[in-house]
């Protein structure tokens, strides 16, 4: 089983700065894309930002400028650096990775549980 647990969420003002990490445990042979989406009230979730094993990065223009997606493979995780946050920024903010369980298996589609960033004005 592959579990990926986010943190780094809270409240912050407007023009502050977050970081988030989101790390996969359990049985995991390699990891692909990691990106991480958004889901604000009322809307459908979003891509922000995703980045291959080899660190090839995207990002929604929304966020170009702003957010950084990074990675760390030999730890399994994967951050998002949130700076210059404004109201529109406000969701629940989840990350997602393609895991491999083993070298012969399809890749996993894993989604962590969310965690909510809030910026005040």
């Known amino acids: 089983q592959v579990q990926l647990v986010e943190s780094g969420g809270g409240c912050v003002q407007a023009g502050g700065s977050l970081r988030l990490s989101c790390a996969a445990s359990g049985s995991i042979f390699s990891i692909g894309v990691m990106g991480w989406y958004r889901q604000a009230p009322g809307k459908e979730r979003e891509l922000v930002a995703s980045i291959t094993s080899d660190g090839t990065t995207n990002a929604a223009d929304s966020v170009k400028g702003r957010f950084t997606i990074s990675r760390d493979n030999a730890k399994n995780t994967v951050y998002l650096q949130m700076n210059s946050l404004k109201s529109e920024d406000i969701a629940i903010y989840y990350c997602?990775?393609?895991?491999?369980?083993?070298?012969?298996?399809?890749?996993?589609?894993?989604w962590g549980q969310g965690t909510l960033v809030t910026v005040s004005s």
């Open positions: 997602k990775a393609h895991v491999l369980r083993s070298s012969w298996s399809r890749y996993l589609e894993v």
